[in-house]
């Protein structure tokens, strides 16, 4: 799911909505993912919202969320972050440089009780939440920040037709001002 906007972060100097899309169906392209921006459409803000609105628009599906050991690591900030660990189960990708920061966090403090084991990730359909898994494979060393400096104009090459939300099936527009609607 990519975000209109992130709370956390400021919208200056954010690439356009439809450029982060495209770039996360590059990224995402050999895995089982379906890439959407969901919230431009549902108009939420947090995601614990953005959950709550995910579960009763496809009640029949059964989400899991995927969140970056760098996230996981100031969660306990998120609005609502212990009801959102109860809405779906959390899957968290490592990432380099963020492992100790993860492990020592207060979110991780409360969630540790809910650990699954990476053996257990094939049996996903059968999960429930509050659940936790560590997802340990060799993560992409990059760094969004840095890709960014390096080719500041990098959102130029997804500058197309609107890409398609792969859940919703709309197009993904962005505003006046290159952010999202």
């Given at each position: 799911m990519v975000s209109p906007g992130n709370p956390l972060k400021p919208a200056k100097?954010?690439?356009?909505?439809?450029?982060r899309v495209g770039a996360a169906k590059v990224m995402s392209r050999n895995a089982p993912i379906r890439v959407t921006a969901i919230e431009q459409q549902l108009g939420t803000r947090y995601t614990v919202d953005t959950l709550r609105a995910l579960t009763r628009r496809y009640p029949k599906r059964r989400f899991i969320w995927l969140m970056g050991a760098d996230n996981l690591t100031q969660f306990h900030q998120w609005?609502?972050?212990?009801?959102?660990?109860?809405?779906?189960?959390?899957?968290?990708?490592?990432?380099?440089?963020?492992?100790?920061?993860?492990?020592a966090s207060p979110a991780m403090a409360w969630l540790r009780r809910y650990r699954l084991t990476a053996a257990r990730l094939r049996n996903r359909r059968e999960w429930s939440a509050p659940a936790l898994i560590e997802m340990r494979f060799d993560p992409d060393p990059r760094s969004a920040t840095v890709i960014r400096r390096a080719d500041p104009q990098w959102a130029a090459g997804f500058s197309?037709?609107?890409?398609?939300?792969?859940?919703t099936h709309s197009l993904i527009h962005n505003s006046a001002n290159g952010q999202a609607a």
């Open positions: 100097g954010m690439a356009p909505l439809a450029a609005k609502d972050w212990r009801t959102m660990a109860g809405i779906m189960p959390i899957a968290v990708i490592a990432r380099p440089g963020y492992d100790a920061q993860a492990t197309g037709p609107p890409p398609r939300d792969e859940v």
